[in-house]
């Protein structure tokens, strides 16, 4: 079974700047720039979209930031309060996945994959996710949605700021065709110096090399290179918390003893948890299930396997488990199926380029 990614990346819009007219409702629609005061040796931190419009940018000098907007608000940045503000952007991201890198304050990936809710479509998704951060923080973020780290990161660019833009599969490759060498992942100002020097300008031109040649003229980058010519990249989304298990469990609205039900509603648990699995690259040698009857006694079922539990074979377990206790006989108020031993494996997701397009 191939496991499709589906990743959303969240940028802050002049995050610093942003959280300044937030909390000074007078600075609104006048050029704001955070960082180092004009008469000092400081640098921009950052500035917002009017001070931008001035040519104001991140790590300019403030020195030259005033010749340029004179009659811009300058403040000091209080990092104490982006702290908190960032606090709460993740926390918000949280509750749309737990599969969340925070990459610095104002920035995350975040891996929806597994994420059934807005009909699994992860557009939707990020829609509420700027929909939660306006109407929570009031302030606007930018989203990219696609199916790798990649572009979705250069999606959330495209429209900023409060923007949202999708790279759908079926589109990926061309886009990366027409994309500028110096917006690729990992190319700095030297490579991509050196890349014009040799013709390359696009991602079109990187095709037109074979991977040994670009192994040869850049280093193991090369590999790294001709992977994202073709608008692949593999690297999943890191996630900090490492858990021990996974798992889900229900209450019926009201108690059920057809033995069938019971089976379905474990099978539709167990379907979401193997994704969560799969997207985390993900292995797990332990299945249980767990079941409460009607008079609240518990039963807990368990199987562990030497080989990591796959699709096939899990669900053979659970009919297998559940056959072990009184289900079918006595009313079930609630049941939960969990996965545990858990071992991250190196092996890289398969990702179909022309997957689910119409949800995505
Ligand atoms: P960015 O996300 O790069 O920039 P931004 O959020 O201000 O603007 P946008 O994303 O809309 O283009 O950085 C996030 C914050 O990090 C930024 O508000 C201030 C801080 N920062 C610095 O202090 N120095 C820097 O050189 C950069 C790039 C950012
Ligand atoms: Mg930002």
Known sequence: MIYPRKIIHIDMDAFY???????????????????????????????????????????????????????????????????????????????????VEPLSLD???????????????????????????????????????????????????????????????????????????????????????KMKKLGIHQGADLLNWSQNALVLHFGKAGYWYALLAKGEDPRPVRHHRQRQSLGHEITFAHDITDMETILEELMRQIDKIMVKLAVRNWLAHTVTIKIKYGDFEQAIRSKTFRQALNQKHIRSTIRELLQKTKVGNRPVRLVGVTVSGLEETSAMLLQTPLWQDRIF
Do not use: W
């Open 17 to 99: 700047a942003s959280v300044e007219e937030r909390d000074n409702p007078e600075l609104k629609g006048r050029p704001v720039i955070v960082g180092g005061l004009p008469n000092s040796r400081g640098v921009v931190a950052t500035a917002n979209y009017e001070a931008r419009r001035y040519g104001v940018h991140s790590a300019m000098s403030a020195a030259q930031a005033y010749r340029l907007c004179p009659f811009a608000e300058y403040l000091r940045p209080r990092f104490e309060v982006y702290r908190e503000t960032s606090r709460q952007v993740m926390e918000i991201l949280h509750r749309f996945s737990d599969c």
């Open 107 to 193: 920035e995350a990936y975040l891996d929806v994959s597994g994420n059934m809710d807005y009909q699994g479509s992860a557009t939707l998704i990020a829609r509420a996710i700027k929909d939660a951060i306006i109407k929570e923080l009031c302030l606007t973020a930018s989203a990219g949605v696609s199916y790798n780290k990649f572009l979705a990161k250069i999606a959330s660019g495209l429209n900023k700021p409060d923007g949202l833009a999708v790279i759908r599969p079926k589109d990926g490759p061309d886009f990366v065709r027409n994309l500028p060498v110096g917006q690729f992942h990992g190319i700095g100002k030297a490579t991509e110096a």
